[in-house]
């Protein structure tokens, strides 16, 4: 009987707590937006929107063209809240940690392969204007967005970036956008704080029909021909990772919004 009474007692304890609780201060924002949506908690009838983005990152649920209409809200609220940020924060720290305990070669040819969208920049201010992802992928209007030049660091990224190049690691950029955007997307690196880099590779006309994972493939080959040699590799989609020429290794960051083969 004594042990059911404080069995009780310390359910009553923890329920008063949480509902005690403090909230949480405001996690700093990567944009100026801010999340209009209700609670992320809310359940959603016919489909869990957490399993289907588990699923998602983990290249289980394939060839989706938008984000589902009952996840909209979901995955807005998931990008413009600190878990999004938490998450990357776990990947970019990882990958320091293999980057530092990587012997290097000393001849300035270890390279660090970074992605582009969604990896070094985020779009989310144009994405949170088309449903997260719930609306089709329109290129004409995206890339009307590219021009303008205004994506925003990752801030996540941002510190791998810096300190990958303070240990001696190059990084290189290799991004499907096209080779007209070139200029563009070398200032929006800058304008960023991406400063240096060894190169910067878009996809050129002749991949024109090829698949992401066989256009990044032939760029690492290439690289590698040239000598260097890749520690480390990160993009937000299993495109950028899967295929050859992979690097030392992986690192995947989330991205629930759009998917690319």
Same mark, same amino acid.
């Given at each position: 009987?004594?042990?059911?009474?404080?069995?009780?007692?310390?359910?009553?304890?923890?329920?008063?707590?949480?509902?005690?609780?403090?909230?949480?201060?405001?996690?700093?924002?990567?944009?100026?937006?801010?999340?209009?949506l209700?609670?992320?908690?809310?359940?959603?009838?016919?489909?869990?929107?957490?399993?289907?983005?588990?699923?998602?990152?983990?290249?289980?649920?394939?060839?989706?063209?938008?984000?589902?209409e009952?996840?909209?809200?979901?995955?807005?609220?998931?990008?413009?809240g600190?878990?999004y940020?938490?998450?990357?924060?776990?990947?970019?720290?990882?990958?320091?940690?293999?980057?530092?305990t990587?012997?290097?070669?000393?001849?300035?040819?270890?390279?660090?392969?970074f992605?582009?969208?969604?990896?070094?920049?985020?779009?989310?201010?144009?994405?949170?204007?088309?449903?997260?992802?719930?609306?089709?992928?329109?290129?004409?209007?995206?890339?009307?967005?590219?021009?303008?030049?205004?994506?925003?660091?990752?801030?996540?990224?941002?510190?791998?970036?810096? !300190? =990958?190049?303070?240990? +001696?690691v190059?990084?290189v950029?290799?991004? %499907?956008?096209s080779e007209?955007?070139?200029?563009? #997307? &070398?200032?929006?690196?800058?304008?960023?704080?991406?400063?240096?880099?060894?190169?910067?590779?878009?996809?050129?006309?002749?991949?024109?029909?090829?698949?992401?994972?066989?256009y990044k493939?032939?760029?690492?080959? !290439? =690289?590698?021909?040239? +000598?260097?040699?890749?520690?480390?590799?990160? %993009?937000?989609?299993?495109?950028?990772?899967?295929? #050859? &020429?992979?690097?030392n290794?992986?690192?995947?960051?989330?991205?629930?919004?759009?998917?690319?083969?």
């Open positions: 009987m004594a042990s059911l009474i404080l069995h009780i007692f310390f359910l009553l304890v923890i329920v008063a707590t949480s509902q005690g609780s403090p909230p949480s201060s405001a996690p700093l924002q990567i944009h100026l937006l801010r999340s209009r209700g609670s992320g908690g809310h359940r959603i009838h016919g489909v869990s929107c957490l399993s289907w983005r588990l699923a998602v990152e983990t290249n289980n649920i394939i060839g989706w063209k938008t984000v589902p009952e996840c909209e809200d979901y995955v807005g609220h998931y990008m413009l600190k878990q940020r938490e998450d990357s924060a776990a990947i970019t720290d990882e990958a320091f940690t293999h980057a530092k990587f012997k290097l070669g000393g001849d300035g040819k270890d390279i660090w392969v992605d582009v969208d969604e990896t070094t920049l985020s779009n989310l201010p144009y994405y949170a204007k088309h449903g997260f992802g719930a609306e089709l992928y329109n290129s004409t209007a995206f890339n009307q967005w590219v021009f303008t030049g205004k994506a925003l660091a990752l801030p996540e990224s941002l510190k791998l970036y810096r !300190k =990958l190049l303070s240990i +001696g190059k990084v950029f290799l991004t %499907g956008r007209d955007q070139r200029a563009v #997307t &070398s200032y929006n690196l800058h304008t960023a704080g991406y400063h240096i880099w060894e190169d910067l590779i878009l996809k050129a006309s002749s991949y024109s029909g090829k698949t992401a994972v066989f493939s032939s760029e690492r080959a !290439k =690289l590698e021909k040239k +000598g260097y040699r890749i520690i480390g590799n990160m %993009g937000d989609q299993w495109s950028d990772l899967l295929g #050859t &020429s992979v690097g290794r992986t690192f995947k960051l989330p991205d629930p919004m759009y998917y690319i083969s």
